[in-house]
């Protein structure tokens, strides 16, 4: 089994900054593609932020040179670096991954996390 935790949530002033991270842990072989998504009440579940294992990114256009997102394959983690934050957004950010497991027999699973809350206020 393998599971994925994002922490690093919390309630921000506009404008401030937040560093959310998720670790991949269990029965791991590898870890593929890695993606934050976010969800705001009534909306759909959004792609924010891609990075493959060889670390090339996209970013949806809405966080474009305000988010970055990085990865530590020693670690099995993910990063979200999110500056100059604005009330948009505000949403629940879940971690997503690509992990290859089962020892002695590998396949490729998709996982998510529970997800970790992100407030921005005005």
């Known amino acids: 089994q393998v599971q994925l935790v994002e922490s690093g949530g919390g309630l921000v002033q506009a404008g401030g900054s937040l560093r959310l991270s998720c670790a991949a842990s269990?029965?791991?072989?590898?870890?593929?593609?890695m993606d934050w998504y976010r969800q705001a009440p009534g909306n759909q579940r959004e792609l924010v932020a891609h990075?493959?294992?060889?670390?090339?990114?996209n970013y949806a256009d809405s966080v474009k040179g305000r988010f970055t997102i990085s990865r530590d394959n020693a670690k099995n983690t993910v990063y979200l670096q999110m500056n100059s934050l604005k009330p948009e957004d505000t949403a629940v950010y879940l971690c997503?991954?690509?992990?290859?497991?089962?020892?002695?027999?590998?396949?490729?699973?998709?996982?998510w996390g529970q997800g970790t809350q992100v407030t921005v206020s005005s």
């Open positions: 990075i493959t294992s060889g670390g090339s990114t």
């Open positions: 997503n991954a690509d992990v290859w497991t089962g020892w002695g027999n590998p396949f490729l699973k998709n996982y």
């Open positions: 269990g029965s791991i072989l590898s870890v593929n593609a």
